[in-house]
């Protein structure tokens, strides 16, 4: 079985400082992992995954993301958030062995100017 | 990536009546897959759809409620039958490239709400 838990509903961060979404997982073999973010009223779009390699994955508009096997983590990271990146977050995975994906509940972020 | 069109967007329907919800990929995809997500909530896996077998349903959904088509490698269809409210929800058409990675892109969805 693989599970993925976010433990925060709701994050808040003003414009320009960090933004941190959690996410911890659970699979019986090795994971891959992924991050989509989803506008209002739109499908959910790809920001990055991680498939093997280095432990900090590069994604689309800035974000990136740290494996952490020991912690069994996959955290979202934005040095400097923008208004324009509030929206709900979800982190999914799959185990390597299988193509069924499973996701979080969601965390939506909103970034106050 | 591969481009994901579902029609129709969005719909009102009345209870006891079917919706079928088309998804169409611009490039040949092996595996295409259904999802719901109902209102305020994360999205669950409805059934993973192969061109030439049957559609292999998840835990607590069965055929007969949401029979789907894939009559070949980038076209779907999902119908959701007999209505009630409680179908409400977004329903999302998913596929996944392999030599992209094995990453699944999502279409835009199809809001659906039922009296």
């Known amino acids: 079985a693989q599970s993925v838990a976010q433990p925060e509903d709701q994050v808040n961060v003003a414009e320009g400082n960090p933004l941190t979404v959690k996410c911890t997982y659970s699979?019986?073999?090795?994971?891959?992992l992924f991050w989509y973010v989803q506008y209002p009223n739109r499908g959910l779009q790809f920001l990055l995954k991680?498939?093997?390699?280095?432990?900090l994955v590069k994604g689309s508009y800035g974000f990136e993301a740290e494996f952490n096997k020991s912690q069994t983590s996959f955290h979202l990271k934005k040095p400097s958030a923008l208004v324009s990146d509030s929206a709900l977050y979800f982190c999914a995975v799959r185990d390597v062995n299988d193509y069924k994906l499973s996701f979080g509940a969601g965390t939506t972020v909103t970034v106050r100017a | 990536s591969a481009v994901i069109s579902q029609k129709p967007s969005r719909d009102i329907c009345q209870r006891g009546t079917s919706l079928t919800i088309q998804c169409q990929v611009d490039?040949?995809?092996?595996?295409m897959f259904w999802y719901r997500q109902q209102p305020g909530q994360s999205l669950t896996l409805i059934a993973t759809?192969?061109?030439?077998?049957?559609?292999?349903?998840e835990s607590g959904f069965v055929i007969d409620k949401f029979p789907i088509s894939r009559p070949n490698l980038t076209f779907s269809t999902l119908t959701v039958s007999n209505m009630s409210p409680e179908d409400s929800s977004i329903y999302l058409c998913?596929?996944?490239?392999?030599?992209?990675?094995?990453?699944?892109?999502f279409g835009a969805g199809t809001r659906l709400s039922v009296l």
């Open positions: 759809a192969n061109q030439g077998s049957e559609a292999t349903y």
């Open positions: 998913s596929v996944e490239e392999e030599e992209r990675g094995n990453i699944q892109y």
């Open positions: 490039s040949q995809v092996t595996m």
């Open positions: 699979v019986s073999g090795n994971p891959y």
């Open positions: 991680y498939i093997t390699g280095d432990n």
